[in-house]
């Protein structure tokens, strides 16, 4: 079984900056990460894509956040980051990783969902 663990979340004020991280780990089993993309949900909103990237290093983001966000990823430390600036009061939400993940014993994918990071921005 793979977990995926969030961090990086916090209060910042309008205009800071946070960086996000997602690392997947599994006790004894081999795995790659094809894809990973970050998702948030704000309160009374439905859960909405902000940003994916894949393993070849390919990326798109949603809208509301195209040149202020910037998704990466480190394969050999399994961990995918979201680096936020410019940050405005309606970027406020959960902030969830979701990776696509190969099982190398098995050969199916997988997808994981970490347990979500806040990310409050008010001044």
């Known amino acids: 079984q793979v977990q995926l663990v969030e961090s990086g979340g916090g209060l910042v004020q309008p205009g800071g900056s946070l960086r996000l991280s997602c690392t997947a780990s599994?006790?004894?089993?081999?795995?790659?990460?094809?894809?990973m993309d970050w998702y948030r949900q704000a309160p009374g909103k439905e859960r909405e894509f902000v940003a994916r990237?894949?393993?070849?290093?390919?990326?798109n983001y949603a809208d509301s956040v195209k040149g202020r966000f910037t998704i990466s990823m480190d394969t050999a430390k399994n961990t995918g980051y979201l680096q936020m600036n410019s940050l405005k009061p309606e970027d406020t939400a959960v902030y969830y990783c979701n990776a696509d993940i190969l099982v190398v014993a098995t050969g199916y994918r997988y997808s994981y969902w970490g347990q979500g990071t806040q990310v409050t921005v008010s001044s």
């Open positions: 599994a006790s004894g089993t081999i795995f790659s990460i094809n894809a």
């Open positions: 990237i894949t393993r070849g290093g390919s990326t």
